[in-house]
Structure formats: structure tokens, C-alpha cells
């Protein structure tokens, strides 16, 4: 998920993945906005997990659990 600048409110980005493939993203993400449909480009850091509610900065101690 990420932040909609235009509406300020949740959108979801496509992608699916486990908590370890998202800490390891690098690359920056482009999403055509179903919420306001302009384009937003994203990174990891802008990003969380819908189910587990993980922001990046929070991703250390979650990895180091598993």
C-alpha cells in the first residue's frame, strides 16, 4: 500500500509479497492512482504491507524474528 499525495488515503499498489521481499526492495515503484488516477511514483520507504501493517522503519525487528 501506499499514500495517495492528491487524496491522502490508502491505495494499493499491485504487488504481492512476503515481508522479506519487501524489506528487500530497492527500486522505485509507478502507480497509475485507481483512487485519482494520476500517475504517483513510490519507493519502499513511501510503501507497507496491508496485512502486516509493517512500515519500513519498522522492518529490522520483524526480519530479525523470523
Known amino acids: ?3 495517495c499525495p492528491t487524496l491522502d ?8 509479497c ?3 521481499t519487501f524489506g528487500a526492495l530497492t ?4 502507480l497509475s492512482c485507481p483512487a ?3 500517475v504517483h511514483i513510490w519507493s519502499v520507504m513511501d510503501a507497507w504491507l496491508r496485512d502486516g ?4 522503519g ?6 530479525a524474528t523470523k
Do not use: N, S
Not at 9 to 16: D, E, L, N, Q, S
Not at 27 to 30: N, Q, S, V
Open 9 to 16: 488515503r490508502a491505495v494499493p499498489t499491485g504487488m504481492t
Open 27 to 30: 527500486e522505485l515503484g509507478r
Open 1 to 3: 500500500m501506499i499514500r
Open 53 to 56: 501493517a509493517y512500515r519500513t
Open 18 to 20: 512476503d515481508i522479506k
Open 58 to 63: 519498522q522492518l529490522a525487528p520483524a526480519l
Open 36 to 38: 485519482c488516477g494520476q
